[in-house]
């Protein structure tokens, strides 16, 4: 839980206290069960409920049907013993009900929230950090002034893999990539996936450990007979803009791939 919904739940505990009390002393001060007071206890069940889901939503129910029963039993002086034993059943049910219904919800609406809000920033398939999260984390180290290198990694003839063995297999060989990087990255650095076969790490590494990073990369998914090509840019030495930076990246990328399927080639020629 972050620290500002820590301090919303304790501010609502406070706000449930606070309220159980007043209704309590409403009650004993106006004497007269018939005004109906009692039903304000929904009132701290409902924010306990809210702030604490369904378990502690019921138990608040179930103390203010306690507490309503012995308020009303010292009203009384047990006059009316039946009676009174109905309205401590009807408020039991009632109240632990309501409690636990409303927790339940609150706790579902919390966990679809959360889950809506991974979807908004991380990659579906592959687990990882999304376009949008990469562009953010871009502009702040950009804006931070301090050095970083942008690192674009770019899976060699996914488009083949998917048309010999289908879009599973290419989605699989995805997930492969988006595990291998984050075993060979540092607990510091970010990654994405910024399109359908591309991927970005931005690290504070300087170049050399980047370059043996790769090296690791590449020989993790060797194993895997998964090629990768890639390319790096680092600021300040690069530049310092955004822009400026992914795009001599992708250059690089670019050339490295070109590279790569000219090799390929030569070597095809070769075992021809």
């Not at 004497?31 to 009692?38: A, D, E, H, K, L």
Request: net charge neutral; charged share 15%; with cysteine.
């Amino acid at each position: 839980m972050s620290a500002a919904g820590f301090n919303n739940r304790r501010v609502a505990l406070g706000l449930a206290a606070a309220a159980f009390a007043a209704v309590v002393v409403a009650l004993a001060y106006f004497q007269n069960p018939g005004i109906g007071i009692g039903h304000f206890f929904y009132v701290p069940i409902c924010l306990v409920a809210l702030s604490a889901g369904p378990v502690w939503g019921g138990a608040a129910g179930a103390l203010s049907a306690a507490v309503y029963t012995a308020t009303l039993a010292f009203m009384t002086g047990l006059q009316a013993p039946r009676a009174l034993a109905e309205m401590t059943a009807i408020r039991l049910v009632t109240f632990t009900v309501v409690g636990a219904l409303v927790g339940w919800y609150a706790s579902s609406n919390r966990a679809l929230v959360a889950k809506l809000r991974d979807h908004a920033t991380h990659d579906f398939l592959t687990g990882v950090s999304n376009a949008r999260v990469f562009d953010e984390q871009l502009a702040l180290r950009c804006g931070s002034g301090q050095a970083f290198t942008i690192v674009l990694a770019d899976v060699d003839d996914l488009k083949r893999l998917n048309d010999m063995h289908g879009h599973e297999a290419g989605n699989a060989a995805l997930r492969t990539v988006a595990v291998a990087l984050s075993e060979c990255a540092s607990s510091g650095d970010s990654i994405s996936r910024i399109g359908g076969d591309e991927f970005a790490i931005l690290t504070a590494r300087p170049v050399e450990e980047t370059t043996l990073m790769c090296a690791r990369i590449a020989r993790t998914l060797a194993a895997d007979e998964i090629a990768l090509s890639f390319g790096t840019t680092s600021s300040p030495a690069d530049g310092t803009t955004a822009v400026e930076l992914f795009r001599k990246a992708d250059d690089r990328l670019f050339a490295a791939k070109l590279l790569s399927r000219n090799r390929r080639t030569v070597v095809a020629l070769a075992n021809g």
